[in-house]
């Protein structure tokens, strides 16, 4: 995969500028109040389709002054987005709480201030953004083949030689529709296959009896039985 020219740079700028309107809009009505994370770091995976899309967030849970109703604290918020420029959406009471969404470039801070309690809660977003192309999947090369079989051993009958999981090959996981990604099933997330452990090969004369069932080569045919006079 290759990355996406200046995607990753926009991402970033997109993220300082959620970061930056976050840290004012908390500082002014609930100045008490941290913000997580506190420092922008890296952003988050939001959507596991391929190519995979990245995210920045961050929230925050502040206390109202008893002296401030839940209206005018959504008010307040609703004012210091639209000085800020933000597009301002305010909601009626629901679910117990005003909602106040602000947008910007893509960038959502919402401010929901709970009517029954004194709780102030923060969450912001980016946009989910790719910064890579997608790549097609190449099956990769069985590290052993007939060819290549230690003295004594066979190709595991799992893999036949590939060493990785052959559920999702060697990736740990597997597509899904909905998901996007779901952990393997097989393997969990080990990547090796679980029956050679990644060798690609079993030692014949540790082989079990029902694993020699797997190879015909290796099950010795029934001894005839003796006729007695």
């Given at each position: 995969m290759a990355e996406i020219p200046g995607a990753k740079a926009e991402l970033e700028r997109l993220g300082r500028l959620?970061?930056?309107?976050?840290?004012?809009?908390?500082a002014r009505l609930t100045p008490e109040a941290e913000v997580f994370p506190q420092k922008l770091g890296h952003p988050s995976v939001a959507d596991w389709h391929e190519p995979l899309r990245y995210t920045y967030g961050m929230t925050s849970r502040g206390a109202r002054p008893d002296t401030v109703p839940p209206a005018q604290m959504a008010q307040r918020a609703a004012e210091v987005l639209a000085t800020a420029g933000w597009a301002v959406a305010a909601e009626e009471e629901v679910t117990?709480?005003?909602?106040?969404?602000g947008r910007s470039e893509d960038v959502m801070i919402r401010v929901r201030v709970s009517t029954v309690s004194d709780v102030v809660l923060y969450v912001a977003e980016t946009p989910k953004m790719a910064l890579t192309t997608p790549e097609p999947f190449t099956r990769p090369e069985p590290l052993r083949t007939a060819d290549t079989l230690s003295p004594g051993h066979v190709l595991c009958?799992?893999?036949?030689?590939?060493?990785?999981?052959?559920?999702c090959y060697g990736r740990g996981w597997v597509p899904d529709s909905e998901r996007g990604r779901r952990r393997c099933r097989e393997c969990h997330q080990d990547r090796a296959c679980p029956i050679c452990r990644g060798a690609g090969e079993k030692y014949a004369a540790d082989l079990q009896d029902d694993e020699r069932g797997q190879y015909p080569e290796l099950v010795l045919p029934p001894t005839p039985l003796l006729r007695q006079e």
């Open positions: 959620m970061r930056a309107q976050m840290l004012d809009l908390v117990e709480a005003y909602c106040v969404t009958y799992e893999c036949d030689g590939l060493g990785w999981c052959p559920c």
